[in-house]
């Protein structure tokens, strides 16, 4: 499978702080790229997603910022809290949001009081 | 929204047992799912993909004989783990794309496998 490369492995942001977490992939055939969230125990939960036509995306407050030259793409959570502790994944697929993903290492995620 | 159904949840066997885990799309028809596997604190691996009507797609070192995968109707997929041996215990998890609507895949909650 064609990598995706996540960074950092984990992450502790103070409550109300930016979370922030990249990732940078090889394979220029991707187009689609899903940010998941993933609860112990729990399969993972799309959280936003981004393609390779626009720069940035935000939703509330996940925002994905894209550099299609670089091949990498990020995730900022603002006004982190609490229960936003999880573990994050960064993915990437060709052809579509609905083909096999590659998914990245994985980032733990948690925000202190 | 899409809802994708895994079960069992968890489920503790005997090493040399095989064990069935159940993948159903319960508001969509899944032309394709997907199934991975995540061991404790790792990613997910894509172990393959099962397309309706035809033959599973495994991807590079996973064991088709071990892992037999079926996906019999639009709606059902099935991971069989035989002869199952304690390095089989994970996490697998399985997720499907709608036959039309968003291209999104939906995950299922994840069935916790335990061999003894």
């Known amino acids: 499978q064609q990598q995706v490369k996540q960074s950092p492995q984990s992450l502790i942001v103070q409550k109300g702080g930016i979370s922030i977490i990249n990732c940078a992939y090889e394979?220029?055939?991707?187009?689609?790229f899903p940010w998941y969230q993933q609860f112990p125990g729990k399969g993972p939960a799309l959280l936003i997603a981004?393609?390779?036509?626009?720069s940035e995306k935000k939703e509330g407050r996940f925002t994905i910022s894209f550099n299609k030259s670089a091949k990498q793409f990020s995730l900022h959570i603002m006004d982190s809290q609490p229960g936003d502790s999880a573990t994050y994944f960064c993915?990437?697929?060709?052809?579509?949001?609905?083909?096999?993903?590659?998914f990245g290492t994985g980032t733990q995620l948690k925000v202190e009081l | 929204g899409a809802v994708v159904s895994q079960h069992p949840s968890r489920v503790i066997c005997k090493s040399g047992t095989s064990v069935k885990i159940e993948c159903r799309s319960l508001?969509?028809?899944?032309?394709?799912m997907f199934w991975y596997r995540q061991f404790p604190k790792q990613s997910l691996m894509l172990m393959a993909t099962?397309?309706?009507?035809?033959?599973?797609?495994?991807e590079q070192g996973v064991e088709k004989d071990k892992f037999l995968i079926n996906h019999a109707s639009l709606t059902l997929s099935t991971l069989t783990v035989t002869s199952a041996h304690p390095e089989d215990s994970s996490f697998y998890i399985c997720?499907?794309?709608?036959?039309?609507?968003?291209?999104?895949?939906?995950f299922g909650a994840g069935s916790r496998l335990t061999v003894l």
């Open positions: 099962s397309n309706e009507g035809s033959k599973a797609t495994y």
């Open positions: 394979n220029t055939a991707f187009d689609y």
């Open positions: 993915a990437a697929s060709s052809g579509g949001g609905g083909n096999k993903l590659t």
């Open positions: 508001d969509f028809q899944a032309t394709t």
């Open positions: 981004i393609r390779p036509d626009v």
């Open positions: 997720s499907a794309s709608a036959r039309s609507g968003a291209n999104v895949l939906t």
